[in-house]
């Protein structure tokens, strides 16, 4: 008779562990690169992830672990037990080169030659450095924080009338577009109005004032950064900002999650005074999160219609983006398919915010079972694998990364949900 193995407990060390071996498990150094004559990808790809699960009895357990082509095999970040910032990391910012153009993810680029900027974080001994990739339209995350932080002041509205472009609308709608479709107009628009408040402020070309990044240190958030951005709403590498100005981290992501996430534990390393959101503009956050369109990340079910589909995370599709016929139109996003199984399915609710560019693909968010599964987790995924290597025009990314939310969700079930059914 043989002997059944002998569960792993949920732990930190565990956790990052298995974090490390689905990454590994999708043997993304086989990744074809078309802008390398249809090569596998010449460096191992940077990707950053992080998870917060939260059991339903215990505290919460928490792992970040980050790759490069300098870290092809992973490292683990270490995480203070009150989960403050990461101790054994050293960010460096992303960078352009004169032009505007992202230069780090060229597949003849050469790290040792490039002058880094440091972000955040020392190495230690047991630790390296780690280029943070631009976190592309995860950014909106921020902007959305300081927009609910800026209401709560008392110094915006959510149904104030916002003016952008010739277009007059209350700042919820320009919010809620920015996060469910990532519209770019939308998120202009609220970047001007952080301006026209005077939450940001440039002087002679230069930024002088910046309350979001007030906010973040206030909230111990070392490497989240939305610098440069313009009074007429700029936020690219054509302003001035973007790439190498706006940045953030898989760890720092999650704990803006945690943050956000109105019934999650309390936070441990966040002082009693801490800034907290108002009930109405965490929900109008919630609100705008749990409508995302854009599961074509960590989850796929967006993607249901596309050739060759992989399945991800399985979060139920939000059924108010779906036409007559099944397809899905958000705004400026339209993608193929009868996708209303997935609108019906799914096993959790993921409340979250994609990006996307053709260097970089991101997501994070806030992962609750439907009932009756119970699964409570963050995860946060930054990396360089961008539309360049997507298989097919409506993907944002290669069909590993919704293979490795697939991977992930289904280990937090096994851990968070012992007495469910299998996960399918």
């Excluded at 050469?110 to 001994?125: F, K």
């Excluded at 609220?190 to 005077?198: N, R």
């Excluded at 070392?222 to 953030?248: H, K, P």
């Excluded at 490795?404 to 012992?418: H, Q, S």
Aim: hydrophobic share 40%; proline share 7%; charged share 20%.
């Amino acid at each position: 008779m043989t002997m059944a193995a002998k569960p792993v407990t949920l732990d930190a060390a565990s956790l990052a562990e298995a974090l490390r071996a689905s990454v590994l498990a999708q043997d993304f150094s086989a990744t074809i690169d078309p802008q390398d004559e249809g090569r596998a990808i010449r460096h191992f790809p940077s990707i950053d992830l992080a998870v917060v699960a939260f059991p339903e009895r215990g505290a919460p357990v928490a792992a970040n672990v980050l790759f490069s082509r300098e870290h092809p095999e992973g490292l683990v970040a270490d995480i203070a037990p009150d989960a403050g910032p990461v101790r054994n990391i050293r960010y460096l910012a992303d960078q352009r080169d004169a032009e505007g153009h992202s230069i780090a993810w060229r597949p003849t680029s050469d790290w040792s030659t490039m002058d880094w900027t440091p972000l955040a974080g020392e190495a230690g001994e047991r630790g390296g450095r780690i280029v943070a990739p631009y976190p592309a339209s995860l950014l909106k995350l921020m902007l959305l924080a300081g927009v609910g932080r800026l209401v709560d002041q008392g110094r915006a509205g959510w149904w104030q009338p916002l003016t952008y472009a010739g277009r007059e609308r209350a700042v919820s709608d320009w919010v809620y577009d920015m996060v469910t479709w990532s519209s770019n107009e939308a998120t202009s628009a609220l970047v001007t109005l952080m301006h026209s408040a005077g939450a940001i402020r440039r002087d002679g070309g230069r930024e002088v004032r910046n309350e979001l990044h007030t906010l973040f240190a206030s909230l111990g958030f070392t490497t989240l950064r939305f610098a440069n951005t313009t009074a007429e709403g700029g936020w690219g590498n054509g302003s001035g900002s973007g790439v190498g100005q706006i940045q953030m981290t898989a760890w720092d992501t999650v704990r803006l999650l945690w943050w956000l996430d109105p019934v999650a534990p309390r936070a441990p390393w966040l002082r009693a005074d801490a800034p907290r959101l108002s009930p109405e503009s965490r929900n109008q956050a919630m609100h705008a999160l749990q409508d995302q369109a854009l599961h074509q990340v960590l989850s796929s079910s967006a993607l249901g219609g596309v050739p060759g589909w992989v399945p991800g995370l399985p979060a139920r599709l939000p059924g108010r983006w779906l036409q007559p016929d099944g397809g899905l139109h958000a705004g400026e996003v339209s993608l193929p398919g009868d996708l209303r199984r997935f609108a019906t399915g799914g096993e959790v609710w993921f409340a979250h915010k994609t990006g996307n560019t053709e260097n970089y693909t991101s997501d994070a968010g806030i992962v609750r079972g439907i009932l009756p599964r119970r699964r409570h987790y963050l995860i946060a995924l930054l990396s360089n694998l961008g539309s360049r290597y997507a298989p097919h025009p409506s993907c944002s990314t290669t069909w590993r990364i919704p293979a490795l939310g697939a991977a992930i969700d289904a280990r937090m079930a096994t851990w968070l949900e012992p007495h469910s059914a299998p996960h399918g």
